[in-house]
């Protein structure tokens, strides 16, 4: 079957830096996003690795590793505002999207 | 970016009726989704709007219960039929872009409570 696992929640501190990783097993791989998502809003894009290697972005980077199955999202200079639900999403081999649950991130001052 | 939006933003139904939410994009769009999410939950994908055809369903999602219109690039509906409890949830619209990353931006959302 399809599955995409990352952390339930994670907590950090404001001004510091997290990592949160996404590991997947599908069939097929075209495509590896993330995606932000505050409570009670609709998600938006934040970045999308096909290649393995890093990505940056500003505060935030995403690495993929495909051999490993294996992303994360960085995120530096966290700020009160980054507090929100982080989404990893694969493409398969048949261009669908599938979803993982979504970590959900704590900022403490 | 597309801009969606979505209407109605939530709503309180009573069990056994139906609900029909829109969803409008500024700009003509290829790929329309529809999506569910649960409390605490990801993201479910119902439903693949196709513009003049039949909507292409996922599995444990049937036109039954999710029909779902598409009449033009721009527009699609979806009805949540028969209302329960369960049917709880927010609805999201999706649009699929053109770009190299083929990401989606979503719409609002619609809130639905099913008493």
């Known amino acids: 079957g399809q599955n995409i696992d990352q952390p339930t929640e994670m907590t950090a501190t404001e001004g510091a830096i997290v990592q949160i990783n996404c590991t997947y097993q599908?069939?097929?791989?075209?495509?590896l996003f993330w995606y932000q998502q505050h409570a009670g809003e609709a998600p938006t894009f934040l970045s999308y690795?096909?290649l393995d290697g890093l990505e940056e972005k500003g505060r935030f980077s995403s690495f993929l590793s495909r051999s490993k199955g294996y992303s994360y999202l960085l995120l530096k200079e966290l700020q009160m505002k980054d507090s929100a639900s982080y989404l990893c999403?694969?493409?398969?081999?048949?261009?669908?999207?599938?979803w993982g649950a979504g970590t959900k991130l704590i900022i403490k001052p | 970016s597309a801009v969606i939006s979505q209407k109605p933003s939530r709503d309180i139904c009573q069990r056994g009726t139906s609900l029909t939410i829109q969803c409008q994009v500024d700009?003509?769009?290829?790929?329309m989704f529809w999506y569910r999410q649960q409390p605490g939950q990801s993201l479910t994908l119902i439903a693949t709007?196709?513009?003049?055809?039949?909507?292409?369903?996922e599995s444990g999602f049937v036109i039954d219960k999710f029909p779902i219109s598409r009449p033009n690039l721009t527009f699609s509906t979806l009805t949540v039929s028969n209302m329960s409890p369960e049917d709880s949830s927010i609805y999201l619209c999706?649009?699929?872009?053109?770009?190299?990353?083929?990401?989606?931006?979503f719409g609002p959302g619609t809130r639905l409570t099913v008493l």
């Open positions: 999706s649009v699929g872009t053109e770009s190299s990353y083929n990401e989606q931006f």
């Open positions: 700009s003509q769009v290829t790929m």
């Open positions: 709007a196709n513009q003049g055809s039949e909507a292409t369903y």
């Open positions: 599908t069939s097929g791989f075209n495509g």
């Open positions: 690795n096909v």
């Open positions: 999403a694969v493409t398969d081999s048949n261009y669908q999207l599938i």
